[in-house]
């Protein structure tokens, strides 16, 4: 019974987010998914990200959380259009949370929007946002074996940032293992290195978003 309402929830999810597909294809929007454990570093490299981008840019966030605005608050200090989610008790974003938060928003003035997923690693790798490509990311105090423990995530998404690097000198973690665990899971799997407090890796990560954003509005 259990499962037979969870593939209806989901079903229903997924006709939402071909809506949400039409929609940024109509408006040309290019939409990321980002996804981790709770404090992997999602706002902060949204932080850093909204930061190295010029005033000019038309990129906006929605951010999800159980409770609290502190992360549309952190982000809207860059400038750009933030809207905080708040799901009460619900452990992922869903497609009907997003549309419903796009409803005021001109999508003709947003080429990028950047969705921060609730912290969580597994409920919300179920749920299409519509979105063109899920990141996941993994911080260096998570450690290493994460892919392994969790593979939907890292099977579904196209990149997995590795960040916190700047921590390697202070915590157990082998860099190189934790790559080979999630190449194991998703071979092939594209990884960046990233640190949000000494600005790493952000040169590398903003060009794996224009390159991906370009072959997205070509397809
Ligand atoms: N040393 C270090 N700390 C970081 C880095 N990135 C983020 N942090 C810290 O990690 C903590 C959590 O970062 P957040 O950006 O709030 O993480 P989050 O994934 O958005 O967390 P939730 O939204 O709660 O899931 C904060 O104290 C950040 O300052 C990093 O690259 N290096
Ligand atoms: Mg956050």
């Known amino acids: 019974m259990r499962v037979e309402v969870e593939e209806k929830v989901l079903s229903e999810n997924d006709k939402l987010a071909a809506g949400l597909r039409e929609r940024y294809r109509k408006h040309k929007v290019f939409c990321v998914n980002f996804i981790s454990s709770p404090g ?17 840019a038309k990129v906006a966030v929605l951010t999800g959380d159980l409770q609290t605005e502190n992360d ?5 200090k860059a400038g750009f259009p933030v809207k905080q989610i708040t799901t009460g008790g619900t452990c992922h974003l869903d497609a009907t ?4 938060a796009l409803d005021d928003w001109d999508l003709e003035a947003i080429d990028i929007l950047f969705v921060e997923n609730v912290g969580n690693l597994v409920c919300p790798t179920s749920y299409d946002l519509g979105e063109h490509a899920k990141i ?7 450690g290493e074996d994460k892919p392994l423990k969790y593979p939907s995530i890292f099977a579904a998404a196209e990149l997995c940032i590795i960040n916190k690097i700047d921590l390697l000198p202070y915590v157990p973690f082998n860099l190189e293992q934790s790559i080979a665990n999630a190449r194991q899971v998703h071979p092939g799997m594209e990884v960046v290195q990233t640190s949000c407090t ?3 890796g952000l040169e590398t990560w903003m060009a794996w978003i224009e390159r991906r954003r370009l072959q997205a509005m070509q397809g």
């Open 40 to 56: 992997s570093g999602k706002t902060a490299l949204l932080e850093r990200t909204l930061e190295a981008l010029p005033k000019t």
């Open 136 to 142: 996941v990311l993994l911080s260096v105090t998570e």
């Open 97 to 100: 949370m997003i549309s419903r």
């Open 72 to 76: 549309a608050r952190r982000l809207a």
């Open 198 to 200: 000494k600005v790493q």
